[in-house]
């Protein structure tokens, strides 16, 4: 059985080291004989430093590495000098740090090839790379950026380092616009394309591919590559579950299948499925694996209004933003993995995506992580606590619900209360999902919006919510607008529930 390439981003190794790799060699071709400038952003963890190191061996004519792959046989091999520099290996701690390690690595690399550098001025340590490479071989230079942005996303509360960073990037990429001419092929990836427009002004021929049709796939495993490439692992783990390969493959996709960059082809998080292979436990693997402090810091400041970042709309320049000022969280939370295009279609000729949260690891580890931070509580507490929920809802014990309910808002510090519906509402969705209950927020009906509705096999819930006002108010609204009116022909048991909020008290009516 081949080992499972955990943490392993180096091409070399992994092929020589008889670890599985995923071939996504195909989609080399089309890359570098139609782009000259590419730039690409993916979430972290999936495969960025890894495919750039495909790169770095390709350009380098090490085609024995790539025996047995769809790029061996390709009619284009050539070796080219490569400069790969990878930010997240960088210290950027400050700009003046960040421009000592910078030139640091440029330093090396010309050691490494035996080259000279003009040092005069820093920010031209990279075309002066570039220039004297080519003088020595005779060849077009390669370069491969890794991270790009790291230097900025590490600082998103301090708007002053970002912006220093940003200047000191920009400068050292605006002097390559003038070698056109010797430079083969630039690549550039990292999370954010936020930071791309002010970062790559200079080079305003640099291809944004991002979601380009040719490339959805080139980050992630699609259905067919895992089980192809994981068949032995998967084995293992239905003997470990004692269950069906189908069922097996069934949860898997749950957890970690659902990222997309085009609506149609959907993909599993790389690290999250080696981790589940390596561990046989279903976990949330990615979202521990990384901090989304700042993340949880902005939906708060939205008083923590899950309504609005889940089955939201966006078209493709919702996910631009210029600079390193202030950027909307939707586009944030799509570019760094918490959102996904789940759907897409054209109106008046305009690309609009539907986004929503790629799979059940990252819906349950955000609305936990958000649940625990807006009371104050331990999250495995909070799971805890609400295991009880749905078998009172399936009982039809609201009673019983309504007391376990109260007991987990009653965890709510009174300061961080926020006397607005949206709020009770967010933490009633965030609840229903811990609590593996499937719930649907804001259902479009022909006069309304119902706030929510829970279907099981045999009943149907339809719930409105108010704060500060009877609960009475809410089931009216339900028969005054005839929400049921849509569920009545399945044949299910409708249990109308209206829920009052309020600082001190929850209530409840049902007809």
């Not at 630039?186 to 291809?207: D, H, P, R």
């Not at 209950?437 to 804001?442: D, F, G, H, K, V």
Request: net charge negative; no cysteine; charged share 25%.
């Amino acid at each position: 059985m081949k080992s499972l390439p955990i943490g392993i981003q180096d091409f070399a190794k992994l092929r020589g080291d008889n670890y599985i790799y995923v071939d996504k060699t195909s989609f080399i071709p089309s890359l570098i004989e139609n782009y000259s400038y590419a730039f690409i952003s993916r979430p972290r963890r999936f495969g960025k430093s890894l495919f750039i190191s495909t790169l770095e061996e390709f350009f380098k004519g090490n085609r024995e590495l790539f025996k047995g792959l769809a790029l061996y046989d390709y009619a284009g091999w050539n070796s080219y000098p490569v400069i790969r520099l990878d930010f997240s290996t960088t210290d950027n701690s400050t700009p003046s740090v960040l421009e000592d390690s910078i030139s640091e690595k440029i330093v090396t690399i010309a050691g490494e090839y035996g080259v000279s550098i003009d040092t005069s001025v820093r920010s031209l340590y990279l075309a002066s790379l570039v220039e004297s490479l080519y003088g020595k071989f005779n060849k077009r230079v390669v370069i491969l950026i890794d991270e790009y942005d790291k230097p900025i996303t590490d600082h998103f509360n301090d708007q002053e380092k970002a912006d220093s960073n940003r200047d000191i990037l920009r400068n050292l990429y605006s002097p390559l616009k003038g070698l056109d001419g010797i430079i083969r092929f630039a690549f550039f990836t990292g999370v954010s394309k936020f930071a791309k427009l002010s970062l790559f002004s200079g080079l305003n021929q640099i291809s944004d591919v991002t979601l380009d049709s040719k490339f959805t796939t080139l980050f992630g495993y699609s259905q067919e590559e895992l089980e192809s490439s994981f068949r032995e692992h998967i084995a293992r783990s239905t003997e470990k579950f004692t269950v069906s390969e189908e069922l097996l493959l069934q949860e898997m996709k749950l957890w970690y299948n659902g990222y997309s960059w085009d609506g149609n082809n959907f993909l599993y998080n790389p690290f999250s499925v080696l981790n589940f292979f390596s561990d046989s436990n279903f976990r949330n693997y990615w979202f521990t694996s990384g901090s989304p402090n700042f993340l949880i810091r902005l939906i708060a400041a939205k008083n923590y209004d899950v309504s609005s970042i889940q089955n939201t709309l966006a078209v493709e320049t919702s996910f631009d933003n210029i600079g390193t000022g202030p950027v909307s969280l939707i586009n944030l939370l799509f570019q760094t993995g918490y959102l996904t295009i789940k759907s897409g279609y054209l109106d008046n000729f305009r690309q609009v995506y539907r986004l929503d949260f790629p799979n059940f690891e990252v819906k349950d580890s955000l609305y936990s992580y958000l649940f625990a931070d807006a009371s104050t509580t331990d999250s495995d507490f909070v799971t805890a606590g609400i295991s009880t929920l749905r078998n009172a809802l399936l009982n039809e014990d609201l009673p019983a619900f309504l007391a376990i309910l109260k007991s987990l808002f009653a965890q709510i510090p009174s300061n961080l209360h926020i006397p607005q519906e949206k709020f009770y509402h967010s933490l009633f969705i965030m609840i229903m999902y811990m609590s593996r209950i499937q719930m649907e927020s804001e259902v479009s009906t022909n006069i309304g919006r119902i706030d929510g509705v829970i279907e099981f096999v045999d009943k149907i819930y339809i719930i409105e919510f108010k704060y500060d006002l009877p609960a009475e108010d809410g089931l009216k609204q339900i028969r005054n607008k005839k929400y049921y009116e849509k569920y009545i022909s399945s044949g299910k048991k409708l249990i109308l529930l209206g829920v009052s909020f309020t600082r001190e008290e929850i209530t409840f009516v049902v007809e």
